[in-house]
């Protein structure tokens, strides 16, 4: 693919290049191999260790123990894990959640508020727009996604959806889905595996340490999504819709650091930002209205 942009670039009569895929019918992203030298492949570099351990170096601006990767497994590689190559060429694109046309920074700028806490970090909130975490993280993300289609949605990308069961969702039967499934990782208490170094080996899922209540991952379509297709690790697809669901309301029932755009009481953030949501969100759960949040203080407190 290289070698047929190489040559396109210098005579637009040739065949123009094809997107490069993979035995199995995705996109192929390139490999770590193939970074360039100089300083955009010091760029890319970089972005890759933010990627993969963000509270490490991104550390001004992690308040919890995420990384991008938790989310975006492989590196921002894998399919139907939200890969980098899947969500770079989107955009510029309009987005409900905040609606208003958004750049990739500032797609960016959402998951550091939100999935990495960022407003309980050291800086008190995101990077900046412009900051070099955002250029090389988008660097990361660029040369990921060499050889995709502009504006194009490819196969693989996103969470693919996963239909509502006539069961709906429990989070008690998810406890038992839990149980056999999950907690070997993330253990019993949702508390993930911090390894001897201080390095997440498998993140927490809730608590002060997971992803706040504005993250995507904190409504339970898009958690069941996620796991339907790639939980147990290295096992996607192993549970049935009813376990994912289950399993994903489970997780989603404890409460996780508070939404950050909630400036009054937690019925008007409710109505505001979570009405239409599938989350427990302001509800009552276990015998107790759940969404006000948790931080790392209240814990260390109690």
């Excluded at 949605?153 to 039967?173: F, H, I, N, Q, S």
Aim: glycine content about 10%; overall charge negative; proline content about 8%.
């Amino acid at each position: 693919m290289h070698a047929a942009s190489a040559a396109w670039a210098k005579d637009v009569q040739v065949a123009a290049p094809h997107i490069p895929v993979g035995i199995d019918g995705f996109f192929a992203p390139p490999t770590d191999d193939e970074i360039p030298d100089g300083p955009f492949g010091e760029a890319v570099l970089r972005g890759r260790d933010i990627f993969n351990n963000t509270p490490k170096f991104a550390a001004q601006y992690s308040g919890n123990s995420q990384s991008c990767v938790n989310c975006h497994l492989d590196a921002g590689r894998k399919v139907f894990s939200a890969p980098l190559w899947g969500a770079y060429p989107k955009y510029p694109m309009y987005r409900g959640k905040n609606k208003k046309v958004n750049t990739f920074q500032d797609r960016m700028h959402g998951c550091f508020t939100y999935s990495m806490n960022a407003p309980a970090s050291p800086a008190g909130g995101p990077p900046p727009l412009g900051d070099q975490v955002y250029l090389d993280l988008e660097a990361y993300a660029f040369w990921l996604a060499d050889g995709t289609p502009a504006g194009q949605t490819l196969p693989g990308a996103g969470y693919p959806k996963v239909a509502k069961t006539e069961l709906g969702y429990d989070y008690e039967r998810g406890a038992k889905v839990y149980a056999a499934n999950c907690a070997l990782c993330h253990s019993a208490d949702g508390q993930g595996h911090i390894e001897a170094a201080g390095n997440v080996r498998f993140p927490p899922l809730w608590g002060p340490e997971a992803y706040n209540w504005g993250a995507g991952m904190a409504r339970i379509d898009t958690a069941t999504s996620f796991i339907k297709y790639n939980m147990p690790l290295s096992q996607g697809q192993t549970l049935t819709d009813q376990e994912a669901w289950d399993v994903a309301s489970y997780i989603n029932s404890f409460e996780r650091p508070a939404d950050p755009r909630q400036v009054g009481t937690l019925e008007d953030a409710r109505q505001t930002f979570h009405k239409d949501e599938q989350s427990y969100y302001g509800k009552e759960v276990r015998g107790k209205i759940i969404g006000h949040g948790v931080s790392r203080t209240t814990v260390a407190a109690e």
